[in-house]
């Protein structure tokens, strides 16, 4: 009865807001995932992840099937929980490094995302152009002996570190980088925080570096509770939405413009990019707090972005 009338986006949140108030949240929750979530992964999300493979390979000249260029560095913000764009830029000859500062990677998953990249070339759904690389890969996958993360990983071309990406300069691997990538991950940063970001990657990035984002702008909450919408976040005041953001499930709420504004006071201009944009209907009904209500709509109705952006003259 009482969840009934409660919203489930709430519940959700007010649990999360729980858990990030205990001390090691960010340890406790990825247990805590780790142990409700055993490693489980659809060809429909691999297929998924491999859209933004391929929009990071268009993003430099190149396409899904075509190999890199020779020497190719990439740097991935962001790892997360199974490696699949690390491992398809590495598919395509790429030297990978992906960072997070939080360890979420483990054999069992980088194995799982191995073998459904795997599968799905097998299948012919996903295209490769790095036949040494597939080959080490499946022998890999066919070998018995237990492997670490690492030792899965590093044949193929990928490192996967620890580290927070607002400081890079402990990481020389790290410098020289032609490509920096991120996947769902910018909505989860702090404004500030990405500032921070983007002026390393313009310090550490090569002469001729560029980043390649896919940023989904929609409430993430919205992904929990069909009565709210993709635009329900944008309707809470600061205070309301203190409560109910927090640092585990972090949403920025930033808008398409204010992410080309972060941009291009740390360097960077925006060459190209691809927006899907919901209908003006979606907004109609929904009492906009500030500063939205005063945003143009065509900003607002933006849920989806892959932003390409060089550096600045
Ligand atoms: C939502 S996950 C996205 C994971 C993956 N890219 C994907 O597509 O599934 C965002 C990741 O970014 C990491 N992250 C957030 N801020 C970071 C920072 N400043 N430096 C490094 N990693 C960060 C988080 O720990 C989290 O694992």
Do not use: C
């Not at 740097?75 to 990978?96: D, K, N, R, S, Y």
């Not at 203190?242 to 413009?257: F, M, T």
């Amino acid at each position: 009865m009482a969840a009934s009338v409660l919203n489930r986006w709430w519940v959700k949140a007010a649990a999360q807001g729980l858990l990030a108030a205990a001390p090691g949240a960010t340890a406790l929750d990825d247990r805590i995932r780790r142990r409700l979530r055993p490693p489980h992964l659809t060809s429909d999300y691999v297929l998924s992840k491999w859209h933004h493979v391929e929009s990071h390979l268009v993003a430099v000249g190149g396409g899904t099937g075509a190999a890199l260029a020779a020497g190719t560095r990439v740097l991935e913000l962001g790892t997360g929980w199974f490696p699949i764009v690390p491992l398809g830029l590495a598919l395509h000859g790429a030297t990978v490094i992906t960072v997070d500062r939080t360890g979420h990677l483990d054999p069992a998953r980088v194995r799982l995302a191995m073998q459904l990249l795997s599968d799905l070339e097998a299948a012919g759904r996903v295209r490769t152009a790095a036949p040494e690389r597939l080959a080490r890969l499946r022998d890999l996958l066919t070998d018995p002996a237990p492997r670490g993360t690492e030792e899965l990983l590093e044949p193929l071309g990928v490192t996967a570190l620890l580290a927070d990406a607002t400081d890079l300069s402990g990481l020389p691997q790290t410098h020289g980088s032609d490509l920096l990538v991120s996947n769902n991950t910018l909505e989860h940063i702090p404004a500030d925080v990405l500032a921070g970001i983007f002026t390393e990657f313009r310090r550490v990035g090569g002469p001729s570096a560029r980043m390649s984002h896919y940023i989904d702008l929609a409430d993430h909450y919205a992904g929990f509770d069909p009565r709210i919408n993709e635009f329900h976040f944008l309707t809470l005041p600061a205070a309301r939405w203190r409560l109910a953001n927090n640092r585990l499930g972090y949403q920025n709420r930033l808008q398409l413009s204010d992410y080309h504004r972060v941009l291009h006071d740390t360097g960077w201009q925006v060459t190209t990019e691809q927006l899907t944009s919901r209908n003006r209907r979606q907004l109609e009904g929904l009492a906009l707090v500030a500063p939205y209500d005063a945003m143009p709509r065509e900003d607002l109705l933006v849920v989806k972005a892959h932003v390409v952006a060089d550096r600045s003259a």
